[in-house]
């Protein structure tokens, strides 16, 4: 057999399983029949009342709370933070279809910030749109886990009185400086869905200091007024003045989803290091082949490498679509920013339309006509990544 004609068995949808000690904590709770976060006595310490808690210690956060996903996560943190109705959010054009959602479910408008060639958030159309008087939000999403000069991007935001928050569903793990992406903002959120950093299928995790917007946001997502069986909380008297002004918006975490994740917690830098390290391989053998590149990340960034994205320089979308298409008979499932329809985990602004008509991003449209995105499952070993790409490398020089 040629050695061309090499092809990838290994499924990019294939995981991990769950840790032993976080199945069988799921399995006692299963057992006991309390999955319900606040089927616990007072003074009953619940899993998710425990896992808040160890998040926010794992972020050096003073509260935390746990949630239904991170795109309910972000509604909450907007609706906490007091977004009101036609309120104008910044938001980088380049992220994932749940960041507008929640802007759109917090009834605000979304006003679209270019993103640069290393995917990051253009911090000079930042600066231009941040001037303007009637915007005051910024949600960040940290898309891909690329994090932005958050030195800069800090400064920005305190110059014209933006308040920000940050999506962390692919940087749970990752810091600039030292300092962790989710403590930048106002409010940090992550996911704990099946394809980011830890898995409980669904969940996601809100992270701030603020006693105010704590209280705001466990009463929005669902106390029925026991707000007092959350151990990562201000005192009670907080939530006294605004309990009956606040909504319940139903979109609790539950005890068996908690009791999962708080395992895996103890396990998540261990779990970063290994997606790393198959990143790196990657990197190093991809920028080797011709017209393709990773992009440069800044040392400051202490990223984690659980995708990698690169560009492709030089090529008409038709060759770029017989790249996807030859890689992906060879196994290598890579997906692109650049198509005209959303397909699978991939959504462009342009296809929003529910957001009515948004302005068009030419820088944006450019840099992702070209970007490629895929998947590093940890089930991938390191013989895996090198198999990977040799196929991209061969297809390249093949089809580019
Ligand atoms: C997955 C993801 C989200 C939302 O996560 P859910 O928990 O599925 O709601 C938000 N932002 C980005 C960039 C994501 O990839």
């Given amino acids: 057999m040629k050695q061309e004609s090499k092809t990838f068995t290994k499924d990019f949808t294939l995981q991990e399983p769950l840790p032993e000690e976080a199945i069988a904590r799921a399995v006692e709770i299963m057992r ?13 310490a619940g899993e998710a009342a425990l896992l808040e808690q160890e998040f926010a210690a794992y972020m050096g956060a003073k509260y935390c709370l746990s949630c239904a996903s991170c795109g309910q996560a972000m509604f909450l943190a907007l609706k906490s933070a007091g977004v009101q109705a036609g309120d104008k959010i910044l938001c980088n054009a380049f992220t994932l279809a749940p960041v507008p959602g929640a802007i759109h479910h917090a009834g605000a408008e979304i006003v679209l910030v270019e993103i640069t060639e290393d995917y990051t958030v253009d911090l000079d159309d930042l600066e231009k749109k941040a001037a303007a008087p009637d915007v005051r939000w910024f949600l960040i999403s940290h898309m891909r886990g690329h994090l932005t000069d958050m030195d800069r991007l800090m400064e920005i935001c305190r110059k014209h009185n933006i ?86 918006y139903s979109c609790r975490m539950d005890n068996l989803r908690a009791s ?27 920028n080797k082949i011709p017209h393709i590149s990773c992009p440069k990340r800044p040392k400051a960034e202490k990223f984690v490498g659980s995708s990698i994205q690169f ?64 998947r590093i499952p940890l089930t991938f070993d390191h013989e895996d990544c090198k198999c990977i790409a040799e196929i991209i490398g061969e297809v390249a020089a093949k089809v580019f």
């Fill in 163 to 248: 308040t920000l928050i940050e999506d962390c569903a692919h940087t749970m793990g990752a810091s600039w400086n030292g300092k962790k992406s989710g403590s930048f903002g106002k409010v940090g959120c992550f996911s704990t869905q099946t394809y980011k950093h830890m898995n409980s299928g669904e969940g996601g995790l809100l992270t701030t200091d603020d006693p105010e917007l704590i209280a705001q946001a466990i009463i929005y997502s669902g106390s029925y007024m026991l707000f007092d069986r959350h151990l990562s909380r201000p005192g009670v008297e907080v939530f006294d003045q605004i309990k009956k002004q606040t909504p319940n």
């Fill in 32 to 44: 006991s029949g309390k999955l319900h976060r606040y089927n616990v006595a007072a003074g009953e």
């Fill in 311 to 374: 560009s492709i320089s030089d090529q008409s979308k038709e060759a770029i679509q017989l790249f996807l298409s030859q890689t992906l008979a060879r196994g290598v499932e890579i997906k692109w920013f650049g198509h005209t329809e959303p397909v699978g985990f991939t959504s462009a602004y342009v296809s929003w339309k529910y957001l009515g008509a948004l302005p068009t991003l030419q820088k944006t449209n450019s840099v992702l006509a070209n970007m490629c995105d895929m």
């Fill in 260 to 286: 999962m994740l708080r395992f895996q917690l103890r396990n998540l830098d261990k779990q970063c290091e290994r997606w790393n390290s198959r990143y790196v391989l990657l990197e190093k053998e991809l």
